[in-house]
């Protein structure tokens, strides 16, 4: 009787770790693609539309800010963190211009202070943006102000996806970057596992 107490107890105490252990993968396997969600970059939703359209679309890409510098402190203290964080983004510009530059998808107009405005046709927008480096990519909006009343009209750029209200976010395969159905996958597993041991429990 006593062998056979303990002989249950083994498989219950069995069961409760697999339980645990499935609950454990299952959470970190949520956590992880959580994280590269989060981490990934802010893609101007104007773009894909865009593309529609046309073969190819000027943009403005930003690079993510791994300096570990933290601004605060002082006025006089904050301009020379930004002055610092700027210094540290010039080599990483450098480097990224020079990676693409032989990429004939993606056509480099100027480098900005933290990162690079260019011409791109769409498979060279999704190769940045899937990028780890790449932190935002904006649509490069033409602005034209009038000069002096006249037709000649003088074109300035702003990344309009800087002001967009909506923050909308994909991944770089266009798409979120969460496998939903997955989870779900997960999750029922996990139940049909309960039920299981439930009907188990219940017999003994």
């Given at each position: 009787?006593?062998?056979?107490?303990?002989?249950g107890?083994?498989?219950?105490?069995?069961?409760?770790?697999?339980?645990?252990?499935?609950?454990?993968?299952?959470?970190?396997?949520?956590?992880?693609?959580?994280?590269?969600?989060?981490?990934?970059?802010?893609?101007?939703?104007?773009?894909?539309e865009?593309?529609?359209?046309?073969?190819?679309?000027?943009?403005?890409?930003?690079?993510?800010?791994?300096?570990?510098?933290?601004?605060?402190?002082?006025?006089?203290?904050?301009?020379?963190?930004?002055?610092?964080?700027?210094?540290?983004?010039?080599?990483?510009v450098?480097?990224?211009?020079?990676?693409?530059?032989s990429?004939?998808?993606?056509?480099?107009?100027?480098?900005?202070?933290?990162?690079?405005?260019?011409?791109?046709?769409?498979?060279?927008?999704?190769?940045?943006?899937n990028?780890?480096?790449?932190?935002?990519?904006?649509?490069?909006?033409?602005?034209?102000?009038?000069?002096?009343?006249?037709?000649?009209?003088?074109?300035?750029?702003?990344?309009?996806?800087?002001?967009?209200?909506?923050?909308?976010?994909?991944?770089?395969?266009?798409?979120?970057?969460?496998?939903?159905?997955?989870?779900?996958?997960?999750?029922?597993?996990?139940?049909?596992?309960?039920?299981?041991?439930?009907?188990?429990?219940?017999?003994n």
């Open positions: 009787m006593f062998s056979v107490l303990i002989n107890m083994k498989g219950h105490i069995l069961s409760v770790f697999i339980i645990l252990f499935i609950v454990s993968f299952t959470m970190s396997i949520i956590e992880a693609q959580t994280k590269d969600y989060e981490h990934g970059p802010y893609l101007d939703p104007q773009i894909l865009f593309f529609e359209e046309r073969e190819s679309l000027r943009i403005i890409v930003e690079l993510f800010d791994e300096s570990g510098i933290v601004i605060e402190g002082t006025k006089e203290e904050r301009r020379s963190q930004i002055e610092q964080i700027d210094e540290w983004f010039e080599p990483e450098d480097k990224i211009v020079l990676d693409y530059a990429d004939s998808d993606i056509d480099l107009v100027k480098e900005r202070s933290r990162g690079f405005v260019a011409i791109v046709t769409e498979e060279g927008f999704w190769r940045l943006a990028d780890s480096r790449v932190s935002a990519i904006y649509y490069d909006a033409p602005m034209y102000a009038a000069i002096n009343d006249s037709h000649i009209s003088e074109e300035e750029t702003i990344p309009t996806g800087e002001v967009t209200t909506k923050v909308n976010r994909y991944e770089a395969s266009g798409q979120d970057n969460i496998p939903t159905i997955t989870i779900i996958l997960l999750v029922l597993s996990i139940i049909f596992i309960l039920i299981i041991l439930a009907i188990k429990f219940a017999r």
